[in-house]
Nanobody, 121 residues
Framework: QVQLVESGGGLVQAGGSLRLSCAASVRTGNAMGWFRQAPGKEREFVAAISWSASSTDYADSVKGRFTISRDNTKNTMYLQMNSLKPEDTAAYYC????????????????WGQGTQVTVSS
C-alpha cells in the first residue's frame, strides 16, 4: 500500500508561484501525476511523470507554466506552478500507478488527500 501526502498549497496572487510536493510512503517504481478539481467541476489531469522522469505530460492549460519533477531518493514528486491564474484555483491531488497512461486517464491505484491552491485576481 502506497500512501501519498501533498503539501505546499496556499493563497497566492495572480502571476505568482507555488511549488507543490507529494511524498510517497514507500519507494516504488510508479509513475506519478497531478490532478486538480475546482468546486462544481470534474477532476482534471494536470501533469504526469514516469518513474525515471524521462517522460512528462501536461494538460494544454498548464503547458509552459507548470513543471513536474521528482526526486526518487526522497520518494517525492513536485509541481512547480508559475504565472498562476485565478482559473488554476482548485484542490490539487497527486496520484501514483505503475502505468503513466493509467494516471493520465484518472485510473491511478493510489491517490493523496489533496492540497488547496487559491489564486486571487
Amino acid at each position: 500500500q502506497v500512501q501519498l501526502v501533498e503539501s505546499g498549497g496556499g493563497l497566492v496572487q495572480a502571476g505568482g508561484s507555488l511549488r507543490l510536493s507529494c511524498a510517497a510512503s514507500v519507494r516504488t517504481g510508479n509513475a506519478m501525476g497531478w490532478f486538480r478539481q475546482a468546486p462544481g467541476k470534474e477532476r482534471e489531469f494536470v501533469a504526469a511523470i514516469s518513474w525515471s522522469a524521462s517522460s512528462t505530460d501536461y494538460a494544454d492549460s498548464v503547458k509552459g507554466r507548470f513543471t513536474i519533477s521528482r526526486d526518487n531518493t526522497k520518494n517525492t514528486m513536485y509541481l512547480q506552478m508559475n504565472s498562476l491564474k485565478p482559473e488554476d484555483t482548485a484542490a490539487y491531488y497527486c496520484a501514483a500507478d505503475p502505468s503513466r497512461n493509467q494516471i493520465m486517464t484518472g485510473r491511478a491505484d493510489y491517490w493523496g488527500q489533496g492540497t488547496q491552491v487559491t489564486v486571487s485576481s
